[in-house]
């Protein structure tokens, strides 16, 4: 166990298959430990580098790990399977991570920390809320359609009609239709109260108040922006963390031809929905509007399209926001 330089985990709810090996790459430990064993086991070992795939509780296992002297890197699933040389089982999935996380090209997860992922938290539970509502509303609409009310889309619609047609409906239905209306009114009023829990933390922090000065990113947008990576300083350049949120055109190039494609939707699709809604707002008021990003936003609009620009204006915007955090910057 002293001998242990290199560390793999492969990280599940109660069962972990850990994978060491030493100086020269001869193994040295290859087992399966309990949940309740693995930071017991962990603290035994001499400071070493240890590899996990960016999964749940990843985190949480990386700070842990991290107090007893260690050196813990996080990695994307996606970027430890070509380093598995054999069938997919957990022995195997954590030889792959002990190789990987050595490779001096591998791509790493930063480890957030407690605040980051409480942030998350909200940001996560929010948005669920969100989709409920949604879910919520669509459910009346399909019910009172069976009956011959077809409503428009948009929950204020709803709203506004259901009212003065419920009691046309059948009572059984319209009882149903009072509940679901009741559900949705009580899912709005939970997604405005964590609304407002984001906005008084982006009032504390300073990072956050500094990538909100960027027009097309609000509050929201701003906090899951630094709950998601912090500073940014993991990124190199602007580009580079544009292109982690699939805001880039894929690539399928060969011979000399470049060809580009659909944007890559690669990354944190959540965050990634965040800047392309505020750059939709960037060009709803780009018309009437003199600042430089506005009449670039209006120029791209006119010469490739409403779908293309909303892309193009968060691409720029990401850009923005990294060196906002990363520089200290100011923002144009």
């Known amino acids: 166990m002293n001998l242990v330089s290199t560390l793999g985990i492969d990280l599940a709810k109660n069962t972990f298959s850990v994978h060491g090996v030493d100086a020269q790459g001869a193994v040295v430990v290859r087992r399966t430990v ?38 813990v890197k996080l990695m994307s699933p996606k970027f430890v399977v070509p380093y598995r040389k054999s069938g997919k089982n957990d022995g195997n999935d954590a030889e792959a991570i002990c190789e990987a996380v050595t490779r001096p090209n591998m791509r790493f997860v930063p480890v957030k920390s407690v605040q980051q ?22 459910r009346i609409r399909g019910l009172i359609a069976e009956f011959g009310y077809v409503l428009p889309n948009g929950p204020e619609h709803i709203r506004r009609a259901v009212p003065a047609i419920i009691d046309a409906l059948p009572a059984r239905v319209a009882r149903c239709v009072r509940d679901l209306l009741e559900h949705a009114e009580r899912l709005a009023a939970k997604v405005l109260e964590y609304e407002h ?86 060009l709803q008021r780009a018309a009437r509007e003199t600042d430089p990003l506005s009449r670039w936003a209006f120029a791209v609009q006119a010469r490739r399209g409403y779908h293309r620009a909303c ?18 910057v100011a923002a144009a």
């Open 34 to 71: 309990s949940r309740n064993k693995l930071a017991e086991l962990v603290a035994q070992l001499p400071p070493c580098l240890i590899g996990m795939e960016a999964c749940s509780g990843a985190h949480e296992w990386a700070r842990r790990f991290s107090g007893f002297g260690h050196t």
């Open 117 to 138: 992922q409480a942030d998350l938290g909200v940001h996560r539970v929010r948005q669920g809320f969100v989709e409920e509502r949604t879910g919520t509303l669509n």
């Open 197 to 282: 829990e984001i906005r008084l933390g982006v009032r504390d922090n300073e990072l956050a108040r500094r990538a909100q000065t960027r027009q097309g990113i609000g509050p929201i947008t701003a906090s899951a922006l630094v709950a998601t990576v912090g500073n940014g300083r993991d990124f190199k350049n602007g580009r580079q963390f544009a292109a982690w949120l699939g805001l880039t055109p894929c690539q399928y190039s060969t011979g000399g031809k470049t060809r580009l494609g659909h944007i890559t939707k690669r990354g944190d699709a959540y965050l990634r929905t965040l800047f392309v809604m505020g750059a939709r707002s960037v």
């Open 311 to 328: 892309v193009a204006i968060a691409a720029k915007n990401a850009r923005v926001a990294w060196a906002l955090l990363a520089k200290e």
